[in-house]
């Protein structure tokens, strides 16, 4: 089993900047690749970010492409995504989620955390 907890979400003015951090515990081998998904009212979650163990390989949503970076720090066992030039549209609940190099979907997920971005 591995245990994912989200932190970091806020409050934030447009064009401002949050970063948000995955702390991953328990069985963590389980968590070669690391995302971040997001979920806006009355909308579908989508996948926003994605990185591999190594740390070479990403993926980003087109909307965000040029303001997010996802990163990770295996020897802590953290993920982060680092949010710049917030727009209203990236208001959401942002999760942080895991699996094996070998699966397509995610087999483990955190909380989520609240992300308001609005003048």
């Known amino acids: 089993q591995v245990h994912l907890v989200e932190s970091g979400g806020g409050s934030v003015q447009p064009g401002g900047s949050l970063r948000l951090s995955c702390a991953a515990s328990g069985r963590t081998f389980r968590s070669r690749v690391m995302g971040w998904l997001r979920q806006a009212p009355g909308k579908e979650r989508e996948s926003v970010a994605r990185?591999?163990?190594?740390?070479?390989?990403?993926y980003y949503a087109d909307s965000v492409k040029g303001r997010f970076t996802i990163s990770r720090d295996n020897a802590k066992n953290m993920v982060y995504l680092q949010m710049n030039s917030l727009k209203p549209e990236d208001t959401a609940v942002y999760y942080c989620?895991?699996?094996?190099?070998?699966?397509?979907?995610?087999?483990?997920w955190g909380q989520g955390t609240q992300v308001t971005v609005s003048s």
């Open positions: 990185l591999n163990w190594s740390g070479d390989n990403t």
């Open positions: 989620a895991a699996r094996s190099e070998y699966d397509t979907e995610y087999a483990y």
